[in-house]
């Protein structure tokens, strides 16, 4: 991953493993839950820093950018945190093998949210 920074690389990272972990230990809705809400405390904690950052270098367009750095972070974040959850729920726990029947409870579950 040579082409995304240091905060893409790190958000994939640890979401990815921090959603596995929890998936192991807590139903699917309370996890799916737990993404929503730390995708929102993330999307405006990145919005705050980056918007600060920008201010410096492009006082006119400070807000421009940092809306499109939180919006490709936010989709590091929550394509991390989905396939963190789909990994725990269907790889490593059937040991790859998934039928038809367990990835649309998977997703069905993720949509009833």
């Known amino acids: 991953m040579r082409s995304l920074d240091t905060v893409g690389n ?13 998936s192991f230990f807590l139903p699917s809705k309370v996890v799916i839950f737990f ?7 993330y999307s405006l904690f990145l919005f705050l820093i980056c918007s600060s950052w920008a201010k ?9 950018i940092a809306f499109f750095v939180v919006f490709f972070h936010s989709f590091l974040f929550l394509f991390g945190g ?14 790859f093998f998934w039928s ?14």
């Not at 038809?100 to 949210?113: C, H, V, Y």
């Open 10 to 22: 790190e958000t994939l990272k640890w979401v990815f493993l921090i959603f596995i972990i929890l």
């Open 35 to 41: 993404l929503f809400i730390s995708y929102f405390l």
């Open 56 to 64: 410096d270098t492009h006082p006119e367009k400070f807000r421009e």
């Open 82 to 95: 989905a396939l963190g959850i789909l990994f725990s729920k269907g790889i490593f726990k059937e040991l």
């Open 100 to 113: 038809f029947n367990q990835i649309s409870n998977i997703f069905s579950g993720l949509w009833k949210f």
